[in-house]
């Protein structure tokens, strides 16, 4: 009986002991006191008022950001307020990292406050009303308990504004944690990212040095929380290294977070893809140094690409011209010179400003892009065909112009040299790895004068040896003098020329299959037409206007043929053949085999690479290297780059590449890979293969 009393007792206390509990602002349970926060407890109808949930936390416990990490979850508030009052969203002061064995938490010790605002509507009667709030959490050390409370808050509505002093304490708590909420980005500021074979390198520019940066990302899954943040300071911001999951797939569209500068400064970014500045320059002339020696390079480049097979032809056109003017002629050749050289120069700058601002909407992409295009091989592929037809003698391109008027056809032959420039940087482009391969790579990387002016150095240098000719009359000498032999090496001109488009066919081939080489063919068959009603009938305005129509219709067929009736092949079918030792590239793959303690080796190509192509037969299918790369028990890769793929751009980004051919040889217990130069041989590829053993 006595025991049945005592319980009695105890319900009747617990239940009168009930009301004060439910009407707490605060409560102390696991680790950790909660309150409810509001400095001003008398409420206006119509206007808003402060309020937060305020953690004072024991010793080495801590509650998380509202991305946790790698463990937790955030504190969350589910408000049952009167009618006509409304609660905003918790707001998230900026985080610390919080290291848990080998996790790593994003969240906050000793004390917190999370702010929200509280907003009442003008149809609130006045009166006291009662604001009650369920607060639930994780609180963590070693080990995580979940928490909750039932949280209440007395106020009055008043219809005016409230005339009542705010809490000392709930006011001093605000007005004390407030500013460790992140602030908006300034509008001056900007932050960028591009991504590469790691993560992400993230540039936060806000116009002057920055010496510290930590990011905290807002999503889940996007980086390798543990993972250390390497920095390096640049004159305007900083660009930080950050490692990606191990399970994220694809590159997100925007790097939302929070990041932290020098001197404790936070701020909410939200950045957008675009090129990274190359971080911590050594010094201003060290940068200076850079760019000439660069610039030098490309000069010498563009020299060199004179001589490849898909350039010469376009120079020896310009040549056959010159041999054929006359002496008066020739000082006149000044000026196509340099309409030629401003042809190349301003081509080049159309390339790369396209590039430029392609990345800085988001695009990823490399040097040669257009190349990755069906659309544009097929009609590189038919233009080139035309200009064969019209080199072989079927017809004169041209010719219906003669009788326009001297005046007017000496603006066709400067239009003429300035489209020869243009047609000779759009067939040089894919050549230009072999030589220019880390010029290109730095130029992409820098500023966009720095990248222009090295560009710029590569144009002039692709129309130097024309230009010595115009303007050193006398070297003229040293050509042979014009006869028959010219009609007959014009016409022998069009067998590269074909050669070209055979490539091209082929290039095209690659990426879609019968289908597209069918829609090629049919361009080709019509373009022939064409050219015969210009041969057959010259000069004449009606067979003119016709073969223009008949051109267009050659143009409009192939570009339906090639996007609607063939279809893409896959990419497995252009890099790896069944018996073949080499495998598709992914990320995923180099990963397991290095996970495995194999070398791995990487051919970063393309079907329009000719480079490309000619190591992969000259050295990487030869039997020595195959017997090499066997003994050393080699994993194999090849990044088809024949169509755009933004892992592999954003690989050669990371390696400071913007072009094929690119080849990385991942050695055993290392980081970076070892590249190999762009021109191979296969004793350059054993002899880095014997290396292994000292790495």
């Known amino acids: 009986m006595r025991s049945f009393r005592f319980v009695w007792i105890f319900f009747l206390g617990l239940t009168a002991a009930w009301p004060a509990l439910a009407a707490s602002s605060s409560a102390d349970v696991n680790h950790l006191h909660v309150?409810?926060?509001?400095?001003?407890?008398?409420?206006?109808?119509?206007?808003?008022?402060?309020?937060?949930?305020?953690?004072?936390?024991?010793?080495?416990?801590?509650?998380?950001?509202?991305?946790?990490?790698?463990?937790?979850?955030?504190?969350?508030?589910?408000?049952?307020?009167?009618?006509?009052?409304?609660?905003?969203?918790l707001q998230f002061p900026a985080p610390k990292r919080l290291a848990n064995g080998p996790l790593m938490d994003f969240g906050y010790d000793d004390e917190v406050l999370f702010p929200l605002q509280l907003t009442v509507a003008k149809t609130?009667?006045?009166?006291?009303?009662?604001?009650?709030?369920?607060?639930?959490?994780?609180?963590?050390?070693?080990?995580?308990?979940?928490?909750?409370?039932?949280?209440e808050l007395p106020a009055t509505v008043s219809a005016?504004?409230?005339?009542?002093?705010?809490?000392?304490?709930?006011?001093?708590?605000?007005?004390?944690?407030?500013?460790?909420?992140?602030?908006?980005?300034?509008?001056?500021?900007?932050?960028?990212?591009?991504?590469?074979?790691?993560?992400?390198?993230?540039?936060?520019?806000?116009?002057q040095k920055e010496t510290t940066a930590l990011f905290f990302p807002a999503d889940k899954g996007v980086l390798d929380n543990p993972a250390p943040q390497p920095v390096s300071p640049i004159k305007n911001g900083i660009v930080l290294e950050l490692k990606k999951d191990a399970d994220l797939k694809t590159t997100p569209a925007t790097l939302t977070g929070v990041v932290e500068l020098s001197g404790g400064r936070?701020?909410?970014?939200?950045?957008?893809?675009?090129?990274?500045?190359?971080?911590?320059?050594?010094?201003?002339?060290?940068?200076?140094?850079?760019?000439?020696?660069?610039?030098?390079?490309?000069?010498?480049?563009?020299?060199?690409?004179?001589?490849m097979p898909c350039v010469f032809p376009v120079l020896f056109l310009k040549g056959l011209a010159l041999v054929q003017a006359s002496g008066e002629e020739r000082r006149k050749m000044r000026g196509h010179g340099e309409v030629y050289a401003t042809g190349i120069v301003v081509s080049f700058w159309v390339l790369v400003g396209a590039l430029l601002a392609l990345r800085a909407a988001g695009a990823t992409l490399g040097w040669g892009f257009q190349f990755q295009s069906?659309?544009?091989?097929?009609?590189?592929?038919?233009?080139?065909?035309?200009?064969?037809?019209?080199?072989?003698?079927?017809?004169?391109?041209?010719?219906?112009?003669?009788?326009?008027?001297?005046?007017?056809?000496?603006?066709?032959?400067?239009?003429?040299?300035?489209?020869?420039?243009?047609?000779?940087?759009?067939?040089?482009?894919?050549?230009?790895?072999?030589?220019?391969?880390?010029?290109?790579?730095?130029?992409?990387?820098?500023?966009?004068?720095?990248?222009?002016?090295?560009?710029?150095?590569?144009?002039?240098?692709?129309?130097?040896?024309?230009?010595a000719l115009c303007f050193q009359p006398a070297w003229t000498r040293l050509l042979p003098r014009p006869g028959a032999w010219m009609e007959v090496m014009k016409q022998a001109t069009a067998v590269p020329i074909f050669a070209t488009v055979i490539w091209l066919a082929w290039v095209l081939a690659q990426t879609r299959g019968a289908w597209g080489v069918a829609a090629l063919l049919a361009m080709f068959l019509l373009l022939a037409i064409a050219g015969w009603i210009l041969g057959r009938w010259p000069a004449r305005s009606t067979p003119t206007v016709a073969a223009a129509l008949v051109i267009a219709a050659a143009i409009a067929a192939c570009v339906y043929g090639v996007t609607t009736l063939a279809s893409p092949m896959s990419a497995g079918a252009t890099t790896a053949k069944a018996g073949d030792a080499w495998e598709p590239w992914s990320q995923s793959a180099v990963d397991k085999y290095r996970a495995e303690g194999r070398p791995v080796f990487v051919d970063f190509t393309a079907s329009w690479c000719l480079s490309c192509q000619v190591n992969e037969r000259v050295a990487l299918r030869t039997d020595q290297v195959?017997?090499?790369?066997?003994?050393?028990?080699?994993?194999?890769?090849?990044?088809?780059?024949?169509?755009?793929?933004?892992?592999?751009?954003?690989?050669?980004?990371?390696?400071?590449?913007?072009?094929?051919?690119?080849?990385?040889?991942?050695?055993?217990g290392t980081g970076e890979p070892t590249l190999l130069p762009e021109v191979l041989t296969p004793g350059i590829v054993v002899d880095a293969l014997k290396g292994l053993a000292t790495k």
């Open 160 to 207: 005016g504004a409230g005339t009542a002093a705010p809490d000392p304490a709930d006011q001093a708590l605000l007005s004390r944690l407030l500013p460790q909420l992140p602030q908006p980005f300034p509008a001056s500021a900007k932050a960028i990212f591009t991504p590469d074979a790691t993560g992400f390198k993230l540039a936060v520019l806000t116009g």
């Open 626 to 668: 195959n017997a090499a790369f066997k003994q050393a028990n080699v994993a194999l890769l090849k990044a088809d780059w024949t169509e755009h793929d933004d892992a592999i751009t954003a690989v050669l980004t990371s390696f400071g590449r913007s072009g094929v051919p690119a080849y990385a040889l991942y050695a055993p």
């Open 374 to 467: 069906p659309v544009f091989v097929a009609l590189m592929a038919g233009l080139l065909f035309f200009l064969g037809l019209s080199l072989a003698g079927q017809f004169e391109i041209g010719l219906s112009l003669t009788s326009a008027g001297g005046s007017l056809a000496q603006k066709q032959g400067y239009a003429g040299s300035f489209f020869t420039g243009v047609l000779a940087v759009i067939v040089a482009t894919p050549c230009t790895a072999p030589f220019m391969g880390a010029a290109v790579g730095y130029a992409l990387a820098q500023s966009a004068f720095v990248t222009f002016v090295i560009f710029t150095a590569l144009g002039l240098g692709l129309a130097a040896p024309y230009l």
């Open 266 to 307: 936070n701020y909410e970014i939200a950045a957008m893809p675009g090129v990274v500045p190359a971080g911590a320059p050594a010094t201003k002339s060290a940068s200076a140094s850079g760019v000439l020696k660069a610039a030098v390079l490309a000069f010498l480049g563009g020299i060199l690409l004179n001589l």
């Open 124 to 151: 609130v009667k006045a009166g006291s009303v009662a604001l009650h709030a369920k607060a639930d959490w994780v609180v963590c050390r070693e080990v995580c308990i979940p928490g909750k409370a039932d949280l």
């Open 35 to 89: 309150q409810l926060v509001m400095p001003n407890r008398a409420l206006s109808a119509g206007g808003p008022a402060d309020a937060g949930l305020y953690f004072k936390l024991e010793s080495g416990w801590h509650v998380y950001w509202k991305n946790a990490g790698d463990a937790g979850y955030p504190p969350r508030l589910r408000w049952t307020p009167p009618d006509g009052v409304t609660a905003g969203a």
